[in-house]
């Protein structure tokens, strides 16, 4: 028996690809918390170096890099965070570290928006970070280059201007977990798969934006990331 869905599902969120005509496909996005020391201390918070530790956003809520959206309902303060994130092109389930670089299709630039908080309401509860993390175009995205056009992770500068002045920079090589840390750890939990991006974290001077504000972030050897807040 033929089974009809009752209603039209959009389709799976897709992110361009440096060079090329084909797309990604996103599946799932997790995020990296606390994966900078000096963003974890601006925050009045310490790095857990026993393991890292995770949050997820719907795929739904990834745009693309150019986009221009209203200020995200439901806050009084929004915050930018720039991040270097992983696209995974293969399956993974608990692979080694020595191997986990095998399973990444490439690199993009990305930004995550939070509704500060909404997020600290929730710290302060011990309740969960949903409502701060998880909403529609919280997550930003440039294009993806591939892992073998981009080279070795290392301490490329990652950073980002807020209406023209720069407010985080920093270089991946402060990140706490690295790549195939970060990879190996996750999929002890996960099965990964083609599609799902991993956000690794930001590094410190988040701040506010508000409605008119330009951000536009950058690593070396990727394609940048913009947005714009309308007014």
């Known amino acids: 028996m033929r089974l009809d869905p009752i209603f039209d599902f959009p389709p799976a969120p897709c992110v361009a690809i440096e060079g090329r005509e084909q797309v990604f496909p996103v599946r799932r996005v997790f995020c990296v918390g606390r994966n900078y020391a000096a963003h974890a201390?601006?925050?009045?918070?310490?790095?857990d170096r026993e393991a890292p530790f995770y949050f997820t956003k719907s795929a739904h809520a990834v745009i693309p890099s150019g986009s221009d959206i209203v200020y995200p309902p439901g806050t009084q303060d929004c915050h930018h965070e720039m991040e270097f994130v992983i696209?995974?092109?293969?399956?993974?389930?608990?692979?080694s570290e020595?191997?986990?670089?095998?399973?990444?299709?490439?690199?993009?630039?990305?930004?995550?928006?939070?509704?500060?908080?909404?997020?600290?309401?929730?710290?302060?509860?011990?309740?969960?970070?949903d409502l701060g993390k998880d909403?529609?175009?919280?997550?930003?995205?440039?294009?993806?280059?591939?892992?073998a056009e981009f080279g070795a992770v290392g301490a490329q500068a990652i950073w980002l201007d807020r209406d023209g002045a720069r407010v985080q920079d920093a270089t991946l090589a402060e990140m706490v977990w690295s790549v195939p840390e970060i990879i190996a750890h996750l999929s002890r939990f996960y099965h990964?798969?083609?599609?799902?991006?991993?956000?690794t974290g930001t590094p410190a001077g988040v701040g506010p934006v508000s409605p008119g504000s330009v951000l536009t972030g950058g690593i070396d050897g990727l394609s940048p990331v913009t947005l714009t807040i309308k007014t």
């Open 98 to 129: 020595n191997r986990a670089l095998d399973v990444v299709y490439g690199y993009a630039c990305g930004i995550d928006l939070t509704r500060r908080d909404l997020q600290a309401v929730a710290k302060a509860g011990r309740r969960p970070w």
């Open 41 to 47: 201390a601006e925050m009045g918070n310490e790095v």
């Open 192 to 199: 990964l798969a083609a599609g799902d991006l991993i956000y």
């Open 135 to 147: 909403f529609e175009n919280a997550a930003i995205m440039g294009a993806i280059t591939p892992a």
């Open 87 to 95: 696209a995974i092109g293969a399956d993974a389930f608990e692979i």
